[in-house]
Nanobody, 130 residues
Framework: QLQLVESGGGLVQPGGSLRLSCAAS?????????LGWFRQAPGKEREGITC????????NYADSVKGRFTIAGDNAKNTVYLQMNSLNPEDTAVYYC??????????????????????WGQGTQVTVSS
């Protein structure tokens, strides 16, 4: 059974960068999964920010992070990363990775919908502040 563990959160100054990791449980290949990164700020809904159809490599990004964040998978480490650059205070949130079985492009199309995903990590806090 797939389990996900995020790491890499922390405190960063505005304009800085962080890389989050989402490691899958041993023995479960991500090849046929669709992966997403979400974030939730206090008092706000959980927002889908990026999505990866692992087998094809196709990606989608929310407008709020497009051009600043990059999602990528590492087959050897069975891990998905979120590279975050040019961070600003509005990026402060708990970040979650999520997965659903199925390499179907439709899962990542349009708005990255949290209800399409059924496996979630525990979250990692990212705080952008001077």
């Amino acid at each position: 059974q797939l389990q996900l563990v995020e790491s890499g959160g922390g405190l960063v100054q505005p304009g800085g960068s962080l890389r989050l990791s989402c490691a899958a449980s041993a023995g479960v290949s991500l090849e046929y999964y669709t992966l997403g990164w979400f974030r939730q700020a206090p008092g706000k809904e959980r927002e889908g920010i990026t999505c990866l159809t692992y087998k094809s490599g196709s990606t989608n990004y929310a407008d709020s992070v497009k051009g600043r964040f990059t999602i990528a998978g590492d087959n050897a480490k069975n891990t998905v990363y979120l590279q975050m650059n040019s961070l600003n205070p509005e990026d402060t949130a708990v970040y979650y990775c999520a997965a659903v079985w199925g390499p179907y492009p439709g899962i990542c199309m349009g708005v990255i919908d949290k209800y399409r995903f059924n496996t979630w990590g525990q979250g990692t806090q990212v705080t952008v502040s001077s």
